[in-house]
């Protein structure tokens, strides 16, 4: 899988890099290594650990509570905004903190209560590697921070609120002063679009390398967390587990290495992002829950028949323990994850985002379970189905329709997006640009879509699908045809309960509703249109875009 590419341009600050599909690959080679690591080793200045990578890298770690104290590069302080160090979560507290040196690594372990976290330097290169392992619930880690001083780097990105002063949701959504929004959340990226998250002044980039996610929840297709930069400074995160709009429970376990990486304006090293990050001067350190490469297996597909080439499709495999994903080849549908721990694993095929297959498959240790080509059933897929009229394809995003793209880094409230209101009609060539996005109960609620139908069409019952991808307070569409029949108020389907529309995420759990509407209900006029009226049902949310909403997949009247 590949994500977006570019180059610094003078003091701006880009996302760059391939998403690798979560695997496992050796670490083939350091990063901006220098030509004499003569200075590579560690001391102590009483408070905190400092240990030199013999490159342009020397960094502090806390002896008390394991924080990240200090990040000198080529002389210059990276490390601290508002007086807060960078760590795990907010900061662990007192902690047992250790140093050790094995020829060219350096390991710092950090021990709190069931929690193990570890920074590790290498020599000659101007990384920091690290891991956490999160045993149980008994501490709170979801995250870590790097908190970077500000005026480093330029700060107007979608996920900058520095230049938005007017706090217009939560405390954490912000407006400027012409319109547009801001906030931490408005990332645009999947974890599977990035590899790499951080800033480029052109001369020196700061990054956080994500780690393969193994031990995360959510999936391939999860947005979360990546950075953000305010007046007093900027933060770059590697989420251990995030709750907003989540579809999955936590699993824990070791998560890493992720590394934060410092370059001369480049991207990070390749070898940096090539899947898990496995190192095998990693194996004999002694962390906590590592599992090295010989320890591993893959699934390998020999290809996927019954897709649409139209889309990408993924393949996914999770468990409690571990979750993995890989792209399907275009050409034929072939797709191999390595680098994964052993298991029985749901295996689900995506066209898009929308799962049209699912299997289980075994993997064991040092071993490839290769599966013979999955046949995606007809069936399985929506867009396969007869129908009278469709307003946009399935494919388990509402991408097409209306202030769809912006959404995932902007506030439905932002000056860019065009009005929620405005009715569809078929046959328009405009349905599903005209057919916004999300749908709220104080919105816009009501919108309706005109339509026609031949004589033999009236005449008989026909099946009304709406597909979501997520919802906000239980929101969910009740209809209404030709203002003569109504239908039922559905049950509200299993969906995350933190906000979603509003903080860049349409990513919840993909439902279909569907209703049987009878042959009473349609015009018999033919040249008359008929109405379809939806509104969003539901008595929980508060008002405006915090009222209950949707995000709309497709519609489609069958025939």
């Not at 992720?258 to 304006?265: K, P, Q, R």
């Not at 999770?318 to 890989?326: E, F, K, L, T, V």
């Not at 033919?526 to 109405?531: L, M, R």
Request: with cysteine; charged share 15%.
């Amino acid at each position: 899988m590949s994500g977006s590419t570019g180059r610094p341009l003078g003091r701006r600050t880009f996302v760059l890099g391939s998403a690798a599909a979560a695997g496992t690959a050796a670490l083939t080679g350091p990063l901006a290594t220098t030509a004499s690591a003569a200075s590579f080793g560690w001391s102590d200045d009483g408070s905190n650990y400092v240990v030199d990578t013999g490159a342009s890298l020397v960094f502090k770690v806390s002896k008390t509570n394991g924080d990240l104290t200090s990040l000198v590069y080529k002389g210059t302080e990276y490390q601290g905004y508002g007086g807060k160090n960078s760590h795990v979560e907010s900061g662990l507290g007192t902690s047992t903190v250790t140093i050790a040196q094995s020829g060219s690594t350096i390991l710092v372990s950090v021990a709190y209560g069931t929690l193990k976290h570890y920074y590790a330097a290498r020599s000659g290169e101007n990384n920091v590697y690290l891991w956490t392992n999160k045993a149980d619930a008994s501490v709170t880690a979801t995250r870590y921070i790097v908190r970077v001083k500000a005026g480093l780097f330029l700060n107007d990105e979608p996920d900058s609120y520095t230049y938005a002063p007017t706090v217009i949701e939560s405390a954490d959504v912000f407006e400027k002063s012409d319109g547009q929004t801001r906030a931490k959340h408005y990332s645009k990226l999947r974890v599977m679009d990035y590899s790499y998250i951080g800033w480029t002044t052109g001369s020196v980039g700061l990054w956080i390398v994500r780690s393969n996610h193994e031990k995360a929840s959510g999936g391939p297709f999860y947005r979360s967390l990546l950075r953000h930069q305010s007046a007093d400074g900027g933060g770059l995160y590697e989420i251990l587990y995030y709750g907003e709009n989540q579809t999955e429970s936590e699993r824990y376990g070791l998560q890493g290495p992720y590394v934060i990486a410092l370059t001369d304006g480049g991207a990070p090293s390749s070898s940096l992002y090539a899947g898990t990050l496995t190192t095998s001067w990693a194996d004999s350190l002694g962390i906590s829950g590592y599992v090295s490469a010989s320890g591993r297996g893959r699934v390998a597909g020999v290809g996927i028949s019954g897709r649409d080439t139209a889309y990408a499709y993924t393949v996914g495999l999770a468990n409690s323990a571990a979750q993995y994903w890989g792209s399907a080849r275009a050409s034929d549908g072939y797709f191999s994850v390595a680098g994964m721990l052993p298991g029985t694993y749901t295996l689900t095929v995506f066209k898009g985002e929308l799962a049209v297959y699912t299997t289980s498959v075994s993997v064991s240790a040092g071993a490839t379970t290769t599966l013979n080509t999955i046949a995606v059933p007809s069936s399985n897929d929506p867009s396969n189905a007869s129908a009278i009229w469709r307003i946009n394809n399935w494919d388990g995003t509402p991408g097409g329709f209306k202030n769809a793209d912006l959404m995932t880094y902007a506030h439905p409230s932002d000056v860019r997006a065009a009005s929620w209101t405005g009715n569809v009609v078929i046959g328009s060539g405009t349905e599903t640009s005209a057919f916004p996005c999300y749908l709220w109960k104080d919105v816009n609620s009501g919108i309706i879509v005109y339509f026609k139908l031949t004589a033999a069409q009236a005449a008989a019952a026909h099946t009304l699908r709406i597909g979501v991808t997520t919802a906000y307070a239980n929101g969910r569409p009740q209809v209404v045809v030709n203002d003569t029949w109504t239908s039922a108020v559905p049950s509200p389907p299993t969906q995350p309960s933190t906000r979603s529309l509003t903080v860049g995420s349409y990513r919840g759990n993909n439902y279909t509703f569907t209703y049987s509407v009878p042959a009473s209900a349609w015009l018999t006029d033919t040249s008359a249109y008929n109405t379809l009226k939806i509104y969003v049902a539901s008595g929980s949310g508060t008002t405006s875009f915090l009222s209950a909403g949707t995000s709309v997949d497709a519609i489609d009247l069958l025939a």
